[in-house]
């Protein structure tokens, strides 16, 4: 990545038949690399492929986003899998997304999993070795998405995989460069200007401050938006003004 340049990703594509989730059209447009749900967590076929062609409308490059098959938990409860479940899963979630972006003329250019699936790879060697494996099984020169300074960055670097590390505007971290778990009463950053604040320091620093105030090292080279939020736009319009205004270029991974 150059390092005046940052992507700007965001979960996408979360509504499911009747369930609205997010505003997809109105985010779009302010992103670099949009994660699609691929009908494991949230989405369907008509989602996927509405969310396909907003991404090719405005320039943003395709994520296949799986996960864990929980609807009814929205992907964030964990569940016992084998590293073959997980190469299966995601080799499958993917392989939805891709034959969307193909019809759309279009590619997939990446992968990035969701809620549990991706907490619990992190730091299991095994989760990440099936995330790897599906990743490299699709080739193209799909990326996988990981979380910065993690053992799954580790193993997919290993695995020659183009590796990109994820930072988070609006969570804290806590010092050995894990997020903060969510049931910390300051897991999230509410405030605009904080997130802002961290965003900009891990991109032109390269460190953050964890939640005890120790600074941590941290590779960044997309930050995840979060787009369900009602905040998401105008906190994405204001994180790109203060890029531009220190020179740093939104552009995907």
Known sequence: MNPHSIDLNADMGESFGAWQMGDDAALMPWITSANVACGF?????????????LAVKHGVAIGAHPSLPDLQGFG??????????????TLYQAGAVRAFAEAASSRLHHVKAHGALYNMAVKDAALSRGLVR??????????????????METIARDAGLITRCEVFADRRYMPDGSLAPRNRPD???????????????????????????????????????????PTAVPFVQALRKALQQVQVQVAPA
């Open 187 to 229: 897991a999230l950053i509410t405030d605009e200007s904080q997130a802002v604040t961290q965003v900009l320091r891990m991109v032109r620093e390269g460190s953050l401050l964890a939640v005890d105030g120790s600074v941590v090292p941290v590779q960044a080279d997309t930050v995840c938006i979060h787009g369900d939020k």
């Open 134 to 151: 599906a990743v490299k099984a699709l080739g193209d020169g799909v990326q996988i998405y990981v979380l910065a300074g993690s053992l």
């Open 76 to 89: 964030r409860r964990s569940m016992q899998v084998t590293e073959d479940e997980v190469y299966q899963m």
């Open 41 to 53: 967590h949230a989405g369907d076929w008509s989602t996927i492929e509405a969310t396909v062609g």
